[in-house]
């Protein structure tokens, strides 16, 4: 891998890893702080509905003590709680007519009513068909006979539907209690309190659960949910336990979600604001993605200033990277920039100065080189199989009669082949062993004299990858000529000494025949091959033996001497 | 309701409940040696035919809320005129559910037995009349024919006995929860169970005028729990689990009640179930506790029950004997830990 593909991984690397881990760091912060602001909304829904809630059920609260306070309401009660005397039944029309019905106008109440202090029977009704019931076990009553109080949602058997009814008690100006008014609250007005809050926040909703667990306030994903569904959370629990209050729960569809859990203990209630956990950590997911995006874009950006940084760290090295290259294909002189003073520099430098002394080197090498090329007394050259010379020395040149190695350069080499068919078998035997040693071969000089030259050649590759030919030849000419001449005077010996009348042997060291010439047949009888390495001195007589042996031994002594006997 | 959470009629198996009870199943068959629990087998003596009020039963069965309990519950059926008391006083059935007063009744004859929970906190019991009858309050009943049952004319006789009308102003007849009988008009008032007949009536497309005795300051407790006393002191854990597992069973149905009907065929093959389901709605409002748990009986009311049949009721109400109730298995306005999600 290049090395600036590997600094700019490395680049890329490190980006990513550093935007990760800062990422991640921004991310956790992030989160936490949408996590806090999301829980804070939430406690402030919750403590916003529960103010409403509050005005809303003190709001009925005082509208019953307005009324009750009525000098005119509170004598009319009292004629018709004691009935003291046969206007009670006006006296509750005027109360009903007059000091209820009225208020049913403003939708804060559906039912307003009297209720009898001791026995709890409803006494006026702006509901007539309820007048002459009893209430005296309904909270509301038992508590509002003292104090103004609000029994929260409960189910009304006898009128078969969910009721939320607040009550005061009417007294006299000496304390005495003359009645309680009562009220149903209006719930729709408790709806619209705990209605959704809108499209942006499409899963949040706050609702009331009371002290069993039941919903008291519509759902938003339950119909007809008061009094009919069981909101057995976590967080409902912890709420009502009134310790830790959990912020994450899994709430009455069994869905994970952030709430905001307060303990109302005013009206036993626990007041719930919860919102989906996939829509409030929708932010969290946006910016998380957000993150990873401009993490992304950062480590690109990075990578791309990485890229360009690394071609300036990389430039040096391929500029050194050419000039060596350029020192591979020779060209020695060759040197590198050196720009600045930093540690390429130094590399650069020292590339130079080595190059400076291979050049030297070479110098010399190709110096000696030269000498010896052209100072060998063999001819020398480089050819390709087509017979061009890509180099010859200047003693080939001379062998062939050209004036200078140029002259001879411009020839090829077929030109010179006596006989073709040499040339053919010579460049068979080449191909086939790679290398021909000692072939001889007739040769037409420039001048057109025919020469013998023994020819020593080897098959080779020039620095491009083509196989070429470098060859050494001898001048044999001469020796060929000795040897013909030899071959001619030994013929003519042969001749001589075979038909000679005289016995010529020829004997080693030891005295044994060697050569015998044919003539022994004639002197001595006996054929030369018998005799051929006996003892030539056993033919002599035993008297003569010393005396010739004496003389054999002289002439051992004496090479090159000849000796008459 | 949430009519889309169960297609099938699987009732109230959904997918995670059936992946806990498949992992307790192989649990349990994975017990050394390959033994399975042993269930402890309990009798439970209803107090009617089987029907939509009894569905926090069935749920509870169903749902295995019981055998969680290690329990395998047996439902015992009572026609109008069996004896639903002495079961559980002979010990042939561990829990009983009867109405209060007839509760009373038999502990004022000595019967040994203790309600645990207070599965309607209301009486059922309603005098409903057709509008033409003019019946808008109980001084209206003088002269009037009133029909009831031996379930009902407890709380009637309390009823007039509370705003003076004599017995003798009233004629009493004893009939059948017929339709025919309702609109021959044999009997100008009936006193029937709210849950039950006027159910029919309205579906029959009558118009109702209805007298509820809370109205009139007599606040009877309606269907009990009850058990042994011995049962009380000798297996507390028994009767708390079987309790806490029954009323996990109505806070199901409560949330779920479009399976009601569908629950109730599986024990009573012939109910109707859309006729179940609305005696069930019926049912519901009577088991709504006020400030304290389900179950829970309140001691006053409890007392004002008991001396309010001491005055009016045929046996001797001095042999009433106070307490004859428990609170100790029912959770005191806390959410059972085991309901919470």
Known sequence: MKLRTRLTLGFLLLSLVSMAA?????????????????????????????????????????TLESIAQRPLVVDLSREISVRIDDNANEAADQLRDVHMQPRLQEAEFETLFLLDPDSGQI??????????????????????????TIQAIYFSLTEQRPRMTAAVPIKTETGELVGVLAGHLNLEEMARIFSPPGSDRQTEETYLVNRQGMAISELLNQQDAVLETWILTSGVESCMRGDSILRESIDYRGAAVLGSYKWLPEYDLCLVTEIDQAEALEPIQQ?????????????????????????????????????????????????????????????????????????????????????????????????TFDGEFREVNSTLAEILDFENREEMLATSAPVFFANTSDRDRWLEELKQKNEVVGFELEIKRKD??????????????????????????????????????????????????????????????EGNYIYISPSMKGIFGHEPEELLHTNAFALVHPEDVAEVEATFAELLGKPGSTLNA | MNSQRYSKPQLFISQPLFAILLVVFVSSCALPGGAVQELQAIDVQ?????????????????????????????????????????????????FGVALADALMEAQAEGAPLVAVAAILQHSPVVLVSKPQVQIRTLSDLAGKTIRITNQTEP????????????????????????????????????TVYSNSFPVQLAQEGYELNSLFPDDFQVHFYGDVLFTHERTVEAQPELVASFVQATFAGYRIVIEDEENVGLLVTEYAPEANSALELEKWRGTMPLMLPGRKAMGWIEPDRWEQMRQVLARHGDWDGAQIPAGGFTNQFVENGQIPESAIR
Do not use: C
């Not at chain 1, 936490?32 to 005005?55: G, P």
């Not at chain 1, 760290?313 to 050419?322: E, H, S």
């Open chain 2, 155 to 190: 709380i009637v006789e309390a009823l007039l006995h509370q705003y003076g009308v004599p017995m003798e102003a009233v004629e009493f007849v004893n009939l059948p929860s017929s339709l025919d009988e309702f609109e021959s008009g044999s009997a100008e008032v009936w």
């Open chain 1, 287 to 383: 910016y998380r993605s957000s993150v990873i995006g401009f993490g992304l874009g950062a480590a690109a950006f990075f990578s791309l200033l990485g890229f360009i940084y690394t071609g300036t760290l990389a430039a040096p090295v391929i500029k050194m990277r050419d000039v060596a290259r350029r020192y591979r294909r020779g060209e020695l002189g060759a040197r590198m920039a050196i720009p600045s003073t930093d540690e390429y520099a130094a590399l650069a430098h020292e590339f130079n100065r080595m190059a400076a002394e291979l050049q030297m080197d070479f110098d010399e090498l190709e110096r000696r080189y030269q000498s010896l090329f052209e100072s060998v007394p063999v001819g020398l050259y480089q050819s």
């Open chain 1, 22 to 62: 800062v990422g991640f760091l921004a991310f956790k912060m992030g989160q936490e702080q949408i996590l806090n602001n999301t829980l804070q909304r939430l406690d402030v829904t919750n403590e916003l509905t529960e103010d409403e809630f509050s005005r809303w059920m003190t709001g009925g609260l005082s």
């Open chain 1, 123 to 148: 006494l006026v009704s702006t509901n007539m068909e309820d007048e002459g019931l009893f209430r005296e076990q309904e909270p509301f009553f038992q508590q509002g006979r003292m104090a103004g």
């Open chain 2, 46 to 94: 209803l107090n009617w035919y089987h029907f939509a009020p009894f569905a926090g039963f069935y749920a509870a069965d169903h749902e295995g809320l019981y055998q969680d309990q290690g329990l395998r519950v047996t439902f015992h059926e009572a026609g109008p005129q069996d004896d639903y008391i002495t079961p559980v006083v002979e010990g042939r059935a561990d």
């Open chain 1, 448 to 509: 057109g004299e025919r020469i013998w030259l023994r020819h020593d050649a080897h098959l080779t590759q020039d620095s491009e990858g083509n196989t070429i030919i470098e060859g050494a030849v001898m001048d044999i000419t001469a020796r060929h000529r000795i040897a013909a001449e030899l071959r001619a005077s030994e013929a003519r010996f042969r001749s001589v000494v075979q038909n000679s009348q005289d016995l010529i042997s020829i004997l080693d060291a």
